[in-house]
Nanobody, 116 residues
Framework: EVQLEESGGGAVQTGGSLRLSCVTS????????MSWVRQALGKGLERVSA????????YYANSVKGRFTISRDDAKNTLYLQLDSLKTEDTAMYYC????WGTGARGQGTQVTVSS
């Protein structure tokens, strides 16, 4: 059974930082491109970042470029997203997905709330 479990969200003030983690099981993590998507209340899903198997070709949405950093640890079957210089508009539920486009299997998500 494919499982993804996100964690690391929380409430921070503008300019703060968080590190999200996504622990996976049920598939060969190292063979999969992975991504992070987010959904703000009342809005659609937005793919914010993605990374190929092997850690190459990172993608960042323009809205997060220069502030977020995606990485992966294949030995731990874990995907990360470092969130720096957070803005109120980053407030959303964040999900990891097991493909490059954010359309794969996802977990329950972790909430990020940024206040001014």
């Amino acid at each position: 059974e494919v499982q993804l479990e996100e964690s690391g969200g929380g409430a921070v003030q503008t300019g703060g930082s968080l590190r999200l983690s996504c622990v996976t099981s049920g598939f060969t993590f190292s063979n999969y491109a992975m991504s992070w998507v987010r959904q703000a209340l009342g809005k659609g899903l937005e793919r914010v970042s993605a990374i190929n198997s092997g850690g190459s070709s990172p993608y960042y949405a323009n809205s997060v470029k220069g502030r977020f950093t995606i990485s992966r640890d294949d030995a731990k079957n874990t995907l990360y997203l470092q969130l720096d210089s957070l803005k109120t508009e980053d407030t959303a539920m964040y999900y990891c997905a097991n493909n490059y486009w954010g359309t794969g299997a996802r977990g329950q998500g972790t909430q990020v709330t940024v206040s001014s």
